[in-house]
Nanobody
Framework: QVQLVESGGGLVQPGGSLRLSCAAS????????MGWYRQAPGKERELVAA???????TYGDFVKGRFTISRDNAKNTVYLQMNSLKPEDTAVYYC????????????????WGQGTLVTVSS
């Protein structure tokens, strides 16, 4: 069984910063890609940033240099540093991790966190 624990969301003023964390635990053999998605009210979930096990990074077009994704493989944790936040960044942010679990077979799991709310408002 694999669990993701997200933290770091909250209320911040426009122009401010937040750092999100997502830690994976459980029966993990290895972790492939790790990423962050977000969903604003009335909108579809969209990619914010993703990082592969090899360190290749993809950002959503709206990031425009404001956010930085990183991972600590020793801690099975992915981070999202968000700077210059705007009201339109308000959303629930979800962590997604692609995990390999080995028991009697090999299983490739896509695991989602519970989401953390980020509100950007003055």
């Amino acid at each position: 069984q694999v669990q993701l624990v997200e933290s770091g969301g909250g209320l911040v003023q426009p122009g401010g910063s937040l750092r999100l964390s997502c830690a994976a635990s459980g029966s993990i053999f290895s972790i492939n890609a790790m990423g962050w998605y977000r969903q604003a009210p009335g909108k579809e979930r969209e990619l914010v940033a993703a990082i592969t096990s090899g360190g290749r990074i993809t950002y959503g077009d709206f990031v425009k240099g404001r956010f930085t994704i990183s991972r600590d493989n020793a801690k099975n944790t992915v981070y999202l540093q968000m700077n210059s936040l705007k009201p339109e960044d308000t959303a629930v942010y979800y962590c997604k991790v692609d995990i390999v679990v080995v028991t009697t077979t090999i299983a490739y799991l896509e695991v989602w966190g519970q989401g953390t709310l980020v509100t950007v408002s003055s």
